[in-house]
């Protein structure tokens, strides 16, 4: 069965500290992996990875991919506290749709 | 350039009643998926709508149903709706070849 699995569930951390989020999978017929942020309701895209290796950037935030041992990571640096908010894992296969892991719950205090 | 818009945004409705939500794909975008997301959950898949048919299914049963019209707007809608029917409905959208979805704010349907 496909699934993906995000760890910690939950994190908190004060301001100015290192995250590392993790996502494993196990997705047949693998397309690429998707990163979003939920603050609220509508979860924002953040990354979409489809190349082993290749790390992404926007700001603070990165994530790379291994296809080889299936899984990312997606790294905040030196957090504020509108970095809180929950980080959802997205895989996508040949059928287009997205299979999402629980989530990772992030609070960071001042 | 509007993005995903979701109507409405809160919903209360009693077990066995039935209800549509329904969905505006941001401007350019021709595919619509829905998700349902628990609480405490990531979303679930649903369906996914291109070219006014369903194109793929996820595991929800058949009181889940859809509609995906020519301007490309979608409905859900679920029949005789049990407790476990409440969570957070999201619709996403995207333009077909491209790359990610984005998703509206969601409707919160609540069943007492």
């Known amino acids: 069965e496909d699934k993906v699995v995000q760890s910690p569930l939950s994190l908190v951390v004060h301001e100015g500290d290192t995250v590392t989020l993790n996502c494993s999978y196990e997705?047949?017929?693998?397309?690429?992996l998707l990163w979003y942020k939920q603050e609220k309701k509508a979860p924002t895209f953040l990354f979409m990875l489809?190349?082993?290796?290749i790390e992404k950037k926007s700001g603070r935030l990165s994530s790379i991919l291994d296809k080889k041992e299936l899984f990312s990571i997606l790294n905040i640096t030196a957090t504020q506290t509108g970095d809180s908010a929950i980080y959802l894992c997205?895989?996508?296969?040949?059928?287009?749709?997205?299979?999402f892991g629980t989530g990772t719950r992030l609070q960071v205090f001042p | 350039d509007a993005g995903v818009t979701q109507s409405p945004t809160h919903l209360i409705k009693t077990r066995g009643q039935q209800v549509t939500l329904r969905c505006s794909p941001k401007s350019g975008h021709d595919t619509v998926s829905w998700y349902q997301q628990a609480l405490g959950q990531g979303p679930q898949f649903i369906f996914q709508y291109y070219e006014e048919e369903e194109r793929q299914r996820g595991n929800f049963p058949d009181r889940f149903s859809g509609h995906q019209f020519p301007n490309y707007s979608s409905e859900l809608n679920v029949n005789a709706l049990l407790l476990g029917d409440s969570a957070l409905y999201l619709c996403?959208?995207?333009?077909?070849?491209?790359?990610?979805?984005?998703f509206g704010s969601g409707t919160r349907l609540t069943v007492v």
């Open positions: 996403a959208s995207r333009r077909t070849g491209s790359g990610g979805y984005t």
């Open positions: 489809t190349s082993s290796g």
């Open positions: 997205a895989v996508s296969y040949n059928t287009d749709k997205l299979i």
């Open positions: 997705v047949t017929n693998f397309r690429s």
